[in-house]
């Protein structure tokens, strides 16, 4: 059983920095791939980034050039940087790993929220 715990969240004004952490009880290698997921009020669970070990990443349109997601095998936690914050960027943001046989992983969720 693999638990995933986000951390990092809070408030930030709007051009500002934030980096969330999900570290995960057991090792990570053969998780693959992780991802940050995002659920603003109102509307669904969008994908916001992916790794998977090959060190391959994928991005939304709305955070590219913006975000970057990383993952340290060897601290078993995955990353996502977030620069140049928008008020749209807003939601609780969810880690997500699926492991060799499928089967898919959530954290609990960490606030961002991004105002003046």
């Known amino acids: 059983q693999v638990q995933l715990v986000e951390s990092g969240g809070g408030l930030v004004q709007p051009g500002g920095s934030l980096r969330l952490s999900c570290a995960a009880s057991?090792?990570?290698?053969?998780?693959?791939?992780m991802g940050w997921y995002r659920q603003a009020p109102g509307k669904e669970r969008e994908l916001v980034a992916i790794v998977y070990s090959s060190g391959t990443t994928n991005y939304a349109d709305s955070v590219k050039g913006r975000f970057t997601i990383s993952r340290d095998n060897a601290k078993n936690t995955v990353y996502l940087q977030m620069n140049s914050l928008k008020p749209e960027d807003t939601a609780v943001y969810y880690c997500?790993?699926?492991?060799?046989?499928?089967?898919?992983?959530w954290g609990q969720g960490t606030q961002v929220t991004v105002s003046s």
């Open positions: 057991g090792s990570i290698s053969s998780l693959n791939p």
């Open positions: 997500n790993a699926r492991n060799s046989f499928g089967r898919i992983y």
